[in-house]
């Protein structure tokens, strides 16, 4: 089985800026993309940033330039440095990755973590 684990959700002030972290552990034979979404209250799921194997990355249009996703490969980490949040950046993060695991190493599946939430305060 594989885990994502997120971490460093927050409530920050309008302005400020928080890092988010999320770890994949368990039986990982190949990490081929680890992404971050976000979902606000009453809006549905969407793709904040993600990075994919070779350290391609993409950005939704309403966080370029200040959010960065980063990636640890040894670590099978993924981060998201967010800087001058928004009160419309308040929603639950949620960590994903498509993870070809051990049993299955020919086989992609996309895993989800718990969510961390983060609320920007005015």
């Known amino acids: 089985q594989v885990q994502l684990v997120e971490s460093g959700g927050d409530l920050v002030q309008l302005g400020g800026s928080l890092r988010l972290s999320c770890a994949a552990s368990?039986?990982?034979?190949?990490?081929?993309?680890m992404g971050w979404y976000r979902q606000a209250p009453g809006k549905q799921r969407e793709l904040v940033a993600i990075?994919?194997?070779?350290?391609?990355?993409n950005y939704a249009d309403s966080v370029k330039g200040r959010f960065t996703i980063s990636r640890d490969n040894a670590q099978n980490t993924v981060y998201l440095q967010m800087n001058s949040l928004k009160s419309e950046d308040t929603a639950v993060y949620y960590c994903?990755?498509?993870?070809?695991?051990?049993?299955?190493?020919?086989?992609?599946?996309?895993?989800w973590g718990r969510g961390t939430q983060v609320t920007v305060s005015s």
């Open positions: 994903n990755a498509l993870i070809s695991n051990q049993l299955t190493p020919a086989a992609v599946q996309s895993y």
């Open positions: 368990g039986s990982i034979f190949s990490i081929h993309a």
């Open positions: 990075v994919i194997s070779g350290g391609v990355t």
